[in-house]
Structure formats: structure tokens, C-alpha cells
């Protein structure tokens, strides 16, 4: 067995947890969790929001922006020694691609993607040198089939997908590991009203794609299976503490369903 690859799996001493984007939606659900699991739990978020999570000595809220370079090495420093990385933190978006400007992809990018690398980069010293240590990536189940309005969106989240696969090799002679998980849709992350600032979708879409973008959307909200912010939670937690070598774990019904799919 590689140095550390049990580690997680074997409860021999209280561990600690750090998330990024823990304000709302998966993130402070997968602090809740692992708090309710007796974890130690490092909540971060850009802007430290009162009353959002309980008060516990085993729970801090620690500041954190994944976009600047300061504000990462400064969440660690008041974080401590870590066992999981949950890279959390994203920015939704959807559009079609003609109408959506290259800065706001850049902006995308720069949160989904290179803040998740910055992270992880940042992380990856301590973990090595420990020898133990699990990253796990929340992406979405916009890589697991072809969705429209996601163009941008899907470009990043497919990025930490081929970004972990790799790392995941990378780091397996040191007993590291990295995991995704992919959720589906959830309704009650206000993905949709995030994405377009409250605008409605006629004023965000060039005209020619106004009938095909509307068709697109009902569908969406239309399907029976959606995610719930506890299967998310519940999803991260198993693969932190998964032992299979398993690479990716879908997140809710309608995720489950399309990796199966798939």
C-alpha cells in the first residue's frame, strides 16, 4: 500500500477539513457534514458572512478569494496542518457563447479553474511531505453530457476534470490522492439567478438564438431528477474516505444518471 493511502480511512485522530466557497449552497452543506461528522472544518468564503454556519471550536470561517495569489497563502497560514481539500468555490454562468464577452469567460476561468489550481498548488507541498492528504475537486454534471448554454461554464469544469485526472497520477507515489465530484442540478442554489444577475434570458441572448435558447431552458427546468446540496455533501465525504482508487463521483439522482448513461 502506498505511504498514507489508508490514511483518511482510518479514524486514528481528529482531521481537518478546508472548503473553499462555504457562504451557501454545497460548500456550506459539505461544512456542515463533515462538522456533524466530528471533523475539525476550515470554512472559507471571499467575504466572511455572520450567522451563515453554526459556532463551534471545531468550525472556523477563515477569508478567502481563490483568484488572488495574497489571499490563498494567508487562508493557509491561518488554517494550519490540513487533511482534505475540498476546492469548492465557482462562479456560475450561463449563456450561448456568440453573446457571452471573452472578459466574462476570462472571469469564469479565472474562479472555476485557475483558482481551484492555485489552491491546490499551494496545498500539494504540505500534502507530499506528509506523505497523506486528499484533493477533491467539485466540478459538475455539465461533463457528463452535452448541455446547452454551458459552453463556458462546461469548458471550465471539463479543465479541473482533465487537471485531476492527471494530478491524481502525479501524486499516487506519495500517497496523495484527488478526486472529483460531479454534481447535478440543484434548484436550490440559485444557479440560474447567480448566472444571469437576475436578467431574464432574452436579455442575455442575441436574438437569433432567442426560440432555440427558451426550448433549451424549459427542458432543463422541466426534468424529474434533480440534486439536493446534502447529496453533494454526502458525495465529497465519500471520496475523501474512498479507498478504490475511484477518480469520479457523481452527485445526485440525475448525475448518477448520466455517468451511468455515459
Known sequence: MLRG??????GHSMKTVLITGTSSGYGRETALHFHAQ????????????????????RLRVVELDVTKPASITAALEAAGPIDVLVNNAGVPSISVFEGTPMAQVREVFETNTFG?????????PRFRERGSGVVV????????????????????????????????LELAPFGVQAKTVEPGACLTTNFATRATNGASLDELVPAPYAPWAKKAMDSFTGQDLFTKETDVAEAVWRAVHDTTGQLRFPAGPDAVWLAQAK
Open 5 to 10: 493511502s489508508h490514511h483518511i480511512a482510518e
Open 38 to 57: 466530528g471533523w475539525n472544518v476550515i470554512a472559507t468564503m471571499r467575504t466572511h458572512r455572520a450567522g451563515v454556519l453554526p459556532e463551534s471550536d
Open 116 to 124: 481551484v489550481m492555485a489552491t491546490t498548488q499551494a496545498v500539494l
Open 137 to 168: 475537486n467539485v466540478t459538475s454534471s455539465v461533463v457528463l453530457g452535452h448541455m446547452p448554454l454551458s459552453a463556458v461554464y462546461k469548458a471550465s469544469k471539463m479543465a479541473v476534470e482533465g487537471f485531476t485526472s492527471s494530478l491524481a
